[in-house]
DNA sequence: CGTGGCCTTGAAGAATCTCAAATAATGTGG
DNA sequence: CCACATTATTTGAGATTCTTCAAGGCCACG
């Protein structure tokens, strides 16, 4: 039952509370020490001796496949997630069959941090692609925090780093045309994947282009045509979610927030 | 010298450093248990005896005059501010003169908690009207903090608080139009003047209709039509800064963000 | 009482959205 | 493995919203 769980997730849509009552199996646990993401993810920050006192928590792992809901907008909190493998999006329903998206999380970033305040996921997490999370159940990581205020330190600086992501995306929403939101956007996976150790240059979207309009405040027509306009200005070679920035610094340069 | 600083702050926009020099008079602290705003700030949550702890801190206070700064983008951290009285703006400088306001802090709300992440501000707090803060250095709080179990999930909830705070603000600059912004922002106000026990249907604007715009991501020109067209259809009065919904229920119910 | 800042309003222009259609890609069932 | 249905993407053309530029009025302050 519990294997089942874990590699045929059920369809959350239609009994989303069994998402909450059953997200880990039991059986497969993880370590952190040994993780490849770990200065990505949470023991970024921490000493060993501390990430082994994450160990012994033995995190569950739980896979979520493509197109899959890990948790709904609504439903009771109680675990924080660590992207393993593979992207999500988080976002939030809106009247009418549409969303905001407020994020694209990937290897070794959290997910549910939004959900302390008031007990209660505030956004949704839907995997794009095939992926693999950590659950950490926060009642378990509090009382692992509250034993080393370096712990309690680097939390509170992975909570305060979503807090400035927050800032640059209303900047971004709040001030830049079409292909400035494009081209933050795109900086940003590109960063981001190289910190992953993936080429900076070019890559493979996961998300679709209407999933990018949401996210970037704009329609999907309007990204399909600023990728075009880009592409005619030979900054890009786009291929469907293909896309190749013809010179990285070029572009970095042409487009780079100015913050003053 | 300090009280010369704490009445009549230097222009720190020439020398922003003296701001994290001296921030605090070491004369004027300040009691969290007799405060009148507890509930609504910080020791929120808290037990008695935690928010004694609170006391032992002695936060110093400070006055910051109407236009002045509290700090600014990229000072070093070291406090955290909760306003005691008066509305900051907080706020992005971007290229050309322009800005990014990314929030209208008032009495009883935490102010710096985006300096956690690198140590460094991420956004200038601005007062616009005279004000005056507590100051709470940080490396002190985390004392206190790490000695409460309880302490530590209060100060998590309220990072989170503004997670979601910010998620509100990127549905709203994604998804909404001129009217439904402007109308989502005074509903905001309302709801939180009314917190703060004044009334939610008549008040007093403290920032300007640029200051508006920045946040809603419009130009002051929109905000204010946007005010005459909702003046016209006889859903506000307004006179400059001072603003009547007309009706506060039929209002909210116009407007109100339906999640789903 | 003059000056500067803030607010309002108008008119024209630009950016983005909406609607529509064609094409390409993907998945499904036989 | 193919034919068909469905979904995603691109592109065009017209409509809409918001911005830009400009001018005038009001208010506070020195």
Sequence with gaps: MTLAIATAPSVLRVVPIMNARTPVPAVVTTSCSGCHLRDLCLPGGLTGSETERLDQMRFGRRKVAAGQALYRAGDKFQFIYAVRSGTFKSSMALAGDREQVTGFPMAGELMGLDAIANGVHATSATAIEDT??????????????????????????????????????????????????????????????????????????????????????????????????????????????????????????????RVH
Excluded: P, W
């Design 132 to 257: 693999e999370v950590c659950a950490i159940q926060y009642a378990h990581l509090n009382e692992v925090v509250a034993q080393s205020g370096n712990f309690q330190l680097v939390m509170a600086q992975l909570m305060s780093r979503e807090i400035v992501r927050e800032h640059g995306l209303m900047m971004l929403l709040g001030s830049m045309n079409a292909e400035q939101r494009l081209a933050a956007f795109l900086l940003n996976i590109s960063q981001r994947l190289k910190a992953r150790g993936y080429a900076a240059d070019e890559f493979h979207l996961r998300m679709s282009r209407a999933e990018i309009g949401s996210f970037l405040g704009m329609k999907l027509e309007t990204v399909s045509r600023t990728f075009s306009a880009f592409q005619q200005q030979g900054l890009l070679e786009v291929d469907k979610k293909h896309v190749r920035i013809t010179d990285l610094h070029e572009f970095t340069r042409a487009f780079e927030t």
